[in-house]
């Protein structure tokens, strides 16, 4: 019996460590950091998300909301968390992908996460007051040429996939407006409801609620055909500006060397998530597109922001 035990305790030896704590994640709640504040998009799909895949998993996600910096101050400090899956971070198109042309002194690079999968992608929309002089997107546009400088539009932090959705627009419409910085899209929402800036730029997930109870009005979405949340909002080619083609996206990542266990397991259970009822009938109700099968595999999503990094580089230029 003592050789039989000593011989058991020389193959436990031999399995390393991390492998073991791996094979048997997660032992207790895993934090998912959210790079904004609440009640934006971001923070609304990673509380869908992270309610479903705790309940797979059997033990919960807690979301942690670290607004700052555009997201990039969440996604450094996901970069330096321990790499054993007890923190992930939700990413999107601003933190993953156009903060390295934005931000010179970035705390992470790429090379710091391993992609978990694509979660969502979202419908960007502007929506603006409700008592603007404008009436739709053509009168906002010849407004905002006649009055250069003076239309504001918020939006959830220089970086932030918002920020995105305000500088393609501009561009497309050939208008100059001021960008207003908030620490997140609610507070930018907010402020929007209460008249202190003239509109946002958003995802249909946070501000459908607002242009559905007449808060405040839609103007146009990027989308190949008019949402079913706000469908008295016009797709950007029907109303004239069909050059406006955006469209954002969530993702989660993990610190790099997480065990491939980890992120396995991790994977599964975003996959059974997105595909349960639920996810799919709240991801209809807010206005986003939960991911297909091959856009939650973790090559697809890593292979997504490599293009996606390139892409803003040549729209934004070198960090400035």
Known sequence: MIVVA???????????????????????PVTMVVPFAAGGTSDVIARVVSEQMGQVLGQRIVNENVPGAGGSTALARVARAPADGYMIAIGNVGTNAAAYAIYPEIKYTNDDFVPIGLAAKT??????????????????IAHAKANPGKVNLGHAGIGSSNYLICKTFMAAAGIDVTLVSYRGAAPALNDLMGGQVDGVCDAAASVSGAIQNGLVRGLVVSAPHRMRTIPDVPTAAEAGLPEWQQQGWNALFAPKGTPPAAIAKLNAALRKAVA????????????????????????????LVVSEIEKYRKVLGPAQ
């Open 123 to 140: 419908v960007p929309v502007i929506a603006i007051r409700k008592d603007f002089p404008a009436t739709d997107l053509k009168s906002f």
């Open 6 to 28: 000593r011989l058991v305790a020389v193959a436990m030896l031999a399995v390393p460590l991390p492998a073991l704590a791996a094979d048997d994640f997660p032992t207790r």
């Open 276 to 303: 349960s009822d639920a996810l799919q009938k709240r991801m209809d109700d807010l206005g986003s597109i939960p991911a297909t099968e091959e856009e939650m595999d973790p090559g697809a999503a890593g292979r």
